[in-house]
Protein backbone atom coordinates (compact mmCIF):
# COMPACT_ATOMS: atom_id res chain seq x y z
CA UNK A 1 0.00 0.00 0.00
CA UNK A 2 1.74 3.32 -0.76
CA UNK A 3 1.61 5.94 1.35
CA UNK A 4 1.88 9.52 0.68
CA UNK A 5 4.31 10.60 -2.28
CA UNK A 6 6.20 13.77 -3.27
CA UNK A 7 8.12 15.42 -5.88
CA UNK A 8 10.58 16.02 -6.59
CA UNK A 9 12.99 14.70 -3.65
CA UNK A 10 15.32 18.00 -3.93
CA UNK A 11 14.80 21.27 -6.08
CA UNK A 12 17.48 23.78 -6.31
CA UNK A 13 16.17 27.40 -7.58
CA UNK A 14 17.08 30.78 -7.94
CA UNK A 15 15.50 33.62 -6.31
CA UNK A 16 12.23 34.96 -7.95
CA UNK A 17 11.95 31.82 -10.26
CA UNK A 18 8.71 30.02 -9.58
CA UNK A 19 8.21 26.13 -8.40
CA UNK A 20 5.81 23.69 -8.16
CA UNK A 21 5.91 20.60 -5.77
CA UNK A 22 3.45 17.50 -6.50
CA UNK A 23 2.02 14.79 -3.86
CA UNK A 24 -0.31 11.61 -4.03
CA UNK A 25 -2.10 11.24 -1.53
CA UNK A 26 -2.05 7.72 0.59
CA UNK A 27 -4.88 5.33 -1.09
CA UNK A 28 -8.41 5.86 0.45
CA UNK A 29 -7.28 9.30 1.68
CA UNK A 30 -9.51 12.76 -0.03
CA UNK A 31 -7.82 15.21 2.20
CA UNK A 32 -4.58 16.84 1.56
CA UNK A 33 -2.56 19.48 3.65
CA UNK A 34 1.15 20.95 2.94
CA UNK A 35 3.21 22.21 5.58
CA UNK A 36 6.79 24.54 5.63
CA UNK A 37 9.36 23.17 7.65
CA UNK A 38 12.20 25.13 8.23
CA UNK A 39 15.70 23.24 9.78
CA UNK A 40 15.20 22.80 13.38
CA UNK A 41 11.88 23.43 13.63
CA UNK A 42 8.14 21.80 13.38
CA UNK A 43 6.19 22.16 10.05
CA UNK A 44 3.87 25.07 9.63
CA UNK A 45 0.57 24.68 7.65
CA UNK A 46 0.07 26.50 4.85
CA UNK A 47 -3.37 24.81 3.54
CA UNK A 48 -5.62 22.42 3.11
CA UNK A 49 -7.70 20.95 0.17
CA UNK A 50 -10.63 19.32 -0.05
CA UNK A 51 -13.14 18.39 -3.12
CA UNK A 52 -10.27 20.58 -4.89
CA UNK A 53 -11.21 23.20 -3.02
CA UNK A 54 -9.19 25.18 -0.45
CA UNK A 55 -10.28 24.74 2.76
CA UNK A 56 -8.34 26.00 5.27
CA UNK A 57 -5.28 28.35 5.01
CA UNK A 58 -2.70 29.04 7.61
CA UNK A 59 -0.31 32.36 7.38
CA UNK A 60 1.35 32.47 4.19
CA UNK A 61 1.06 34.45 1.81
CA UNK A 62 -0.38 34.74 -1.61
CA UNK A 63 2.65 33.50 -3.35
CA UNK A 64 1.76 29.99 -1.76
CA UNK A 65 -1.09 28.52 -3.94
CA UNK A 66 -2.31 25.37 -4.86
CA UNK A 67 -4.53 23.00 -6.46
CA UNK A 68 -6.11 19.44 -5.97
CA UNK A 69 -7.55 17.40 -8.99
CA UNK A 70 -10.14 15.06 -9.48
CA UNK A 71 -7.43 11.80 -8.35
CA UNK A 72 -6.98 13.75 -4.82
CA UNK A 73 -3.71 14.37 -6.11
CA UNK A 74 -2.30 17.51 -5.16
CA UNK A 75 0.40 20.39 -6.24
CA UNK A 76 1.92 23.54 -4.19
CA UNK A 77 2.94 26.61 -6.27
CA UNK A 78 5.25 28.86 -5.08
CA UNK A 79 5.83 32.46 -6.92
CA UNK A 80 9.12 34.99 -6.56
CA UNK A 81 10.55 32.68 -4.36
CA UNK A 82 12.66 34.35 -1.29
CA UNK A 83 15.56 33.14 0.17
CA UNK A 84 13.59 32.10 3.10
CA UNK A 85 11.53 29.73 0.84
CA UNK A 86 14.25 27.38 1.74
CA UNK A 87 13.18 24.57 3.93
CA UNK A 88 11.33 21.24 3.70
CA UNK A 89 7.31 20.84 1.93
CA UNK A 90 5.56 18.32 3.15
CA UNK A 91 2.49 17.39 2.11
CA UNK A 92 0.28 15.13 4.35
CA UNK A 93 -2.86 13.28 3.76
CA UNK A 94 -6.01 12.03 5.82
CA UNK A 95 -9.43 10.63 4.90
CA UNK A 96 -12.32 13.15 5.33
CA UNK A 97 -12.61 14.14 8.94
CA UNK A 98 -15.87 14.85 10.31
CA UNK A 99 -16.53 13.75 14.06
CA UNK A 100 -13.32 12.16 14.95
CA UNK A 101 -9.53 13.40 14.87
CA UNK A 102 -6.90 11.33 12.90
CA UNK A 103 -2.94 11.00 12.77
CA UNK A 104 -1.71 12.57 9.39
CA UNK A 105 0.11 10.38 6.86
CA UNK A 106 3.17 12.26 5.70
CA UNK A 107 5.14 12.29 2.54
CA UNK A 108 8.95 12.07 3.30
CA UNK A 109 9.02 15.94 1.58
CA UNK A 110 10.50 18.08 -0.90
CA UNK A 111 13.64 19.79 0.04
CA UNK A 112 13.70 23.53 -1.64
CA UNK A 113 16.60 25.20 -1.54
CA UNK A 114 16.85 28.97 -2.90
CA UNK A 115 19.77 30.49 -3.81
CA UNK B 1 0.40 34.85 21.94
CA UNK B 2 -0.08 31.32 20.91
CA UNK B 3 2.61 29.46 21.64
CA UNK B 4 3.62 25.36 22.20
CA UNK B 5 6.84 24.57 24.02
CA UNK B 6 8.47 21.44 23.79
CA UNK B 7 10.98 20.70 27.00
CA UNK B 8 14.65 21.31 25.37
CA UNK B 9 15.39 20.98 22.24
CA UNK B 10 17.63 18.19 22.83
CA UNK B 11 17.45 14.96 25.39
CA UNK B 12 20.28 12.23 26.33
CA UNK B 13 19.06 9.37 27.96
CA UNK B 14 20.68 5.93 28.68
CA UNK B 15 19.15 2.83 27.10
CA UNK B 16 16.73 0.98 28.78
CA UNK B 17 15.99 3.77 31.02
CA UNK B 18 12.10 6.04 30.46
CA UNK B 19 12.35 9.17 28.09
CA UNK B 20 9.53 11.78 29.18
CA UNK B 21 9.26 14.39 26.68
CA UNK B 22 6.82 17.78 27.70
CA UNK B 23 4.63 19.47 25.84
CA UNK B 24 3.23 22.96 26.93
CA UNK B 25 1.20 25.42 25.48
CA UNK B 26 -0.92 29.12 26.17
CA UNK B 27 -3.88 30.03 24.76
CA UNK B 28 -4.99 27.27 22.76
CA UNK B 29 -7.95 24.78 23.49
CA UNK B 30 -7.38 21.99 21.47
CA UNK B 31 -9.97 19.42 20.52
CA UNK B 32 -7.10 17.03 20.72
CA UNK B 33 -3.62 16.44 20.84
CA UNK B 34 -1.08 14.37 18.61
CA UNK B 35 2.42 12.92 18.90
CA UNK B 36 4.44 12.29 16.09
CA UNK B 37 7.87 10.87 15.54
CA UNK B 38 10.10 12.35 12.30
CA UNK B 39 13.77 10.92 10.82
CA UNK B 40 15.89 13.41 9.89
CA UNK B 41 15.25 14.07 6.18
CA UNK B 42 12.06 12.37 6.30
CA UNK B 43 7.96 13.45 7.38
CA UNK B 44 6.61 13.09 10.71
CA UNK B 45 4.93 9.70 11.60
CA UNK B 46 2.10 9.31 13.58
CA UNK B 47 2.52 7.76 16.99
CA UNK B 48 -0.56 8.53 19.13
CA UNK B 49 -3.64 10.57 19.58
CA UNK B 50 -5.18 11.92 22.62
CA UNK B 51 -9.02 13.76 23.21
CA UNK B 52 -9.33 16.88 25.38
CA UNK B 53 -11.47 14.44 27.77
CA UNK B 54 -8.79 11.70 27.74
CA UNK B 55 -6.04 11.43 30.73
CA UNK B 56 -3.91 9.14 29.52
CA UNK B 57 -3.46 6.49 26.32
CA UNK B 58 -1.31 3.80 25.65
CA UNK B 59 0.73 2.15 22.90
CA UNK B 60 3.06 -0.66 23.38
CA UNK B 61 5.96 1.43 25.22
CA UNK B 62 4.70 4.91 24.41
CA UNK B 63 2.15 6.43 26.71
CA UNK B 64 0.53 9.93 26.49
CA UNK B 65 -1.01 11.83 29.44
CA UNK B 66 -2.80 15.41 28.83
CA UNK B 67 -3.75 17.85 31.24
CA UNK B 68 -5.84 20.36 29.78
CA UNK B 69 -5.88 22.44 33.33
CA UNK B 70 -2.00 22.79 33.22
CA UNK B 71 -1.88 22.94 28.89
CA UNK B 72 0.77 19.78 28.87
CA UNK B 73 1.26 16.85 27.15
CA UNK B 74 3.79 14.59 28.37
CA UNK B 75 5.06 11.66 26.10
CA UNK B 76 6.72 8.54 27.84
CA UNK B 77 8.52 5.93 25.90
CA UNK B 78 9.47 3.10 28.58
CA UNK B 79 12.42 0.58 28.23
CA UNK B 80 14.15 2.86 25.72
CA UNK B 81 16.14 1.65 22.78
CA UNK B 82 18.72 3.68 20.51
CA UNK B 83 16.31 2.88 17.88
CA UNK B 84 14.13 5.51 19.13
CA UNK B 85 16.11 8.42 18.59
CA UNK B 86 14.58 10.69 16.65
CA UNK B 87 12.66 13.90 16.70
CA UNK B 88 9.17 13.64 18.40
CA UNK B 89 6.44 16.66 17.86
CA UNK B 90 3.34 17.42 19.76
CA UNK B 91 1.06 18.49 17.28
CA UNK B 92 -2.55 20.55 18.61
CA UNK B 93 -5.64 19.64 16.60
CA UNK B 94 -7.78 23.07 17.26
CA UNK B 95 -10.87 21.59 15.84
CA UNK B 96 -12.42 18.50 15.95
CA UNK B 97 -12.32 18.44 11.92
CA UNK B 98 -8.66 18.04 11.89
CA UNK B 99 -8.27 21.03 9.09
CA UNK B 100 -6.19 23.31 11.51
CA UNK B 101 -2.91 21.41 13.31
CA UNK B 102 -0.12 23.66 15.14
CA UNK B 103 2.96 21.65 15.86
CA UNK B 104 5.40 22.26 18.30
CA UNK B 105 9.29 22.30 17.67
CA UNK B 106 10.22 19.09 18.85
CA UNK B 107 12.43 17.41 21.18
CA UNK B 108 15.44 15.71 19.42
CA UNK B 109 15.50 12.37 21.96
CA UNK B 110 19.27 10.65 21.87
CA UNK B 111 18.99 7.03 23.75
CA UNK B 112 22.73 5.96 24.25
CA UNK B 113 23.58 2.52 24.46
Known amino acids: DAGVTQSPTHLIKTRGQQVTLRCSPK?????VSWYQQALGQGPQFIFQYYEEEERQRGNFPDRFSGHQFPNYSSELNVNALLLGDSALYLCASSPEVRAEGYGYTFGSGTRLTVV | SQKIEQNSEALNIQEGKTATLTCNYTNYSPAYLQWYRQDPGRGPVFLLL?????KEKRKERLKVTFDTTLKQSLFHITASQPADSATYLCALALDNYGQNFVFGPGTRLSVLP
Open chain 1, 27 to 31: SGHDT
Open chain 2, 50 to 54: IRENE
